[in-house]
């Protein structure tokens, strides 16, 4: 199931879309067809388009630094993905540090007395450790004492990380449990929905930002490029994520 979930949306971003454009095109001698994929693809590919959509997808949300931040009764840090380097150590490295190093900046701040990591499990390499149990180590390295971390059991998206992480806290404490949210700017909109839904208080506290404020439109923001056209894949993901989690609400 969580493979249909995540497979499904390809066929509806703009590279899927694309595809079946042109192969339906070709395969019904249709020119209109083939041109509309081409041009879909070419605007998806452009930092002006790009840069728009993933505005929208982070919400139009701004950088807030650590002192600004609310108080919480806990830090909770989204996994975001780790890949296992080629070699017989098997080394897990960073796939984003950003929502790592918000979520100790914020302890650090004194703005949480616990600091929640998820754990995360790494697709194609099952025996290696979940991120959450990666991170609490690097943030006791970094001095946050071993007994104000937390971290979950293995968990496979969101939805589970919001799950998993409402039983941990709502089992300490009587009162409505207030956290403090940390991932990735464009990730939030859809992250926090689900942490109020599964029964939190949720103060947003995005990172990771992949918008880049810029001075103004150049040539280059109308060729296309494949990191712009990763972000709109992004930002289209996300957008689909949302609707799908509201529609089956309802």
Partial sequence: MTSLHKILPVFFLPFGVTFILILVGLFLRRRALIWAGIVILWLSSTPLISSCLMRAAEGWAERTPVADAPA??????????????????????????????????????????????????????????????????????????????????????????????????????????RILLVTSAFHMPRAQQLFVRAGLVVLPFPVDFQYSRGDGLSLMDFLPSSSALGQTQTAVREAYGILFYRARSL
């Fill in 72 to 177: 919480a009764d806990a830090i909770v840090v989204l996994s975001a993905g780790r890949s296992v380097a080629p070699g017989r150590a098997a080394i897990n490295e960073w796939g984003d540090p950003d929502r790592f190093y918000g979520g100790v900046e914020l302890f650090q701040a004194e703005k949480a007395p616990l600091l929640v990591f998820t754990g995360g499990w790494t697709p194609g390499h099952p025996n290696a450790p979940l991120e959450g149990e990666i991170l609490a180590g690097c943030a006791r390295t970094l001095g946050v004492p071993a007994d104000r971390i937390i971290t979950t059991g293995l968990v496979t998206n969101t939805e589970d990380e919001a799950r998993a992480v409402t039983a941990l806290l709502r089992g300490r404490q009587k009162t409505l449990p």
